[in-house]
């Protein structure tokens, strides 16, 4: 049965004379991963998608204010958690801690960092 849900990550290089966004030479490295579904939401909608520079991780939050950590080098799920019972509709960077603040419908902050 196939997962309900995948992440597909594609690495690829910008050429800086010409502003064009290509796959890395020649092998185009791409790593897919199964975003886990809990029992209380079987279908998995991704509403944020953050990249933390800092850790190389991920961060991924779902309509039902998961959050799901990767790995940004392997496609690994490294953490998941539930960090809000409200829809997260918006997200942003903290970049004093590499991680993400987000707003949900109740306009609480949840934020995720180390």
């Known amino acids: 049965m196939p997962p309900d849900s995948v992440m597909h990550m594609l690495e690829c290089v910008v050429d800086v004379i010409t502003p064009i966004v290509e796959p890395v030479c020649g092998s ?3 790593s897919l991963s199964s975003v886990w579904n809990t029992a209380i939401c079987m279908h998995v909608l991704s509403v944020c998608v953050q990249v933390g520079p800092k850790y190389d991780v991920i961060y991924l ?3 039902y204010g998961y959050i799901h950590l990767y790995d940004i080098e392997t496609a690994t799920c490294i953490y998941m958690n539930r960090i809000s019972g409200d829809t997260i509709f ?14 949900n419908r109740k306009g609480q902050v949840p934020a995720a960092h180390r």
């Not at 918006?90 to 707003?103: C, E, Q």
């Open 90 to 103: 918006v997200t942003a960077p903290h970049d004093s801690s590499s991680g993400i603040i987000g707003v």
């Open 61 to 63: 939050i779902t309509k």
């Open 28 to 30: 185009c490295v791409m």
